[in-house]
């Protein structure tokens, strides 16, 4: 594994931009997700139109001195479609909710997709080579007649131009009443779990037409309705526990030896709520938008509208850290409200030694925090600095009237032109980042 230096002392510099320029972007090329897989080799996005865009680390960057984060177009296929529930007269969204990697096992690689409602396990693999001279078959794929074979003849192998391609080996469906938030697969890389707002179910990756429900909060009478799971998350070495955090900004770690059905949570991790603070949207930005293991397994991040968490995981009572991420929008929480803003789903992600956390801000910032110097970045994701190893200028915004040259006032900040995902390199300080239709690629600056 590279050494991953602090993030305070890392410079941060533009890599890459994939996307399209145009402004008239339409609804179903804005990137839903990003993940990398385990080597850190394959970064995916998935997007609300259903699409599944795999980027694969250039070679030559990843082996030039100093190392460039550079990713080209690997494979790219649809992986949802739109579809009509006719029973509850709903439409179900294309949109790609969540992506996860297998571990590579064989030349082939494998990923989970899913949107509301349907979970896919897609094959990806290479084909370099193929095989001519069949007896049964002409070359273009039509059966000879038996009659005509007189001599027998030994197919040969020819090498071909590569080809890269996608075939969906597993559907997983009909087992979410409600729309699925996150799936994450287990350590033992046999099973895995989704969750939508009301229950979370294990599955094997082997059988199609079963799953075990393993959390259920659904009450008997939905009046008595108070949270939904917002996220859950297997941890990363120990195959029986699960975490999953709720609307009412809570995290509840399960331990599956216990019993089979996780009703009851082994620790609750929450944070007692200081009554000044208390106000009308304290509820709504109290709820967590997404909790990530860390790769040690020892703690967790979680993010709520206005924070990122550390917990460890030995101490329920309070979180280790708390970083603001955008503290100046406490007092502008009644026009976010207003414009749904407040219910955006913020994601976090650790870096790859678990020293730093990045998350999504406004106006295409993103932050990342230092956990060991404790220095904090805010950065942009623009295109006017879309030249490599451009260095990235942090950003400051002022809430005074009184602004200084290098400031953007929070008043001038675009709340269309927001961060919401981001996914960091496992071994190296290479990062991805979401804005609307554009994957931008940061590194630091060696």
């Known amino acids: 594994m590279c050494e991953m230096a602090g993030n305070g002392d890392i410079q941060w510099c533009f890599s890459q931009v994939k996307g399209t320029l145009e402004d008239d972007v339409t ?49 790219t296929f649809q992986s949802h479609e739109p579809e009509f529930d006719y029973l509850k007269s709903l439409e179900i969204e294309e949109k790609i909710n969540k992506i996860r990697w297998l571990k590579r096992k064989n030349p082939a690689h494998f990923l989970l997709s899913t949107n509301d409602k349907t979970i896919k396990l897609w094959k990806v693999s290479e084909r370099d080579k193929r095989v001519e001279g069949y007896n049964t078959k002409e070359e273009n794929g039509s059966i000879r007649d038996p ?61 199609t037409d079963q799953s ?10 939905m009046e008595e309705l108070t949270e939904v799971i917002t ?33 009851q949570h082994s620790k609750l991790f929450e944070e007692q ?39 460890d995981l030995q101490m329920e009572t309070k979180p280790i850290e708390c970083y603001p991420v955008h503290e100046y929008l406490r007092s502008k929480l009644c026009s976010l409200y207003e414009n749904d803003c407040i219910f955006d789903k913020f994601e976090c992600c650790w870096s790859g030694n678990d020293s730093a956390i990045m998350t999504g801000s406004y106006n295409n910032f993103f932050r990342v925090f230092d956990r060991t110097t404790k220095r904090d970045l805010t950065l942009e994701a623009a295109r006017d600095i879309a030249k490599p190893k451009t260095l990235l200028k942090p950003r400051k915004v002022s809430t005074s009237g009184k602004r200084k040259k290098d400031e953007i006032s929070v008043d001038c900040l675009d709340f269309n032109k927001k961060i919401l995902h981001t996914a960091w390199h496992p071994s190296e300080n290479v990062v991805a980042v979401a804005a609307t239709n554009n994957l931008f690629l940061f590194q630091d600056k060696l």
């Open 27 to 75: 609804e179903a090329d804005i990137i839903s997700c990003v993940e990398f897989n385990h080597d850190g080799d394959l970064l995916a996005t998935g997007d609300k139109g259903g699409r599944v865009v795999i980027f694969q680390r250039d070679p030559i960057s990843k082996n030039s001195i100093p190392r460039r984060g550079e990713y080209n177009v690997y494979s």
């Open 147 to 207: 009659a005509c074979i007189t001599s027998l003849r030994v197919p040969s192998i020819k090498p071909m131009e590569l080809m890269v391609e996608a075939s969906p080996r597993r559907i997983f469906a009909n087992a979410h009443t409600y729309h699925i938030n996150s799936i994450s697969v287990n350590s033992d890389q046999e099973t895995y779990l989704s969750a939508d707002d009301l229950r979370i179910n294990l599955w094997h990756l082997e059988i």
């Open 212 to 221: 075990f429900n393993i959390v259920d909060i659904k009450p008997t009478n």
């Open 231 to 263: 996220a859950a998350e297997f941890h990363p070495a120990e195959c029986n526990v699960l975490v999953y955090s709720s609307s009412k900004g809570t995290i509840r770690l399960c331990d599956m030896r216990s019993a089979a059905l996780c009703d």
């Open 273 to 311: 709520e200081d009554p000044t603070n208390r106000s009308f949207f304290s509820e709504i930005i109290s709820s967590i938008s997404d909790v990530k293991l860390s790769h040690s397994g020892r703690y967790m991040i979680s993010r709520d509208y206005l924070s990122v968490k550390v917990w």
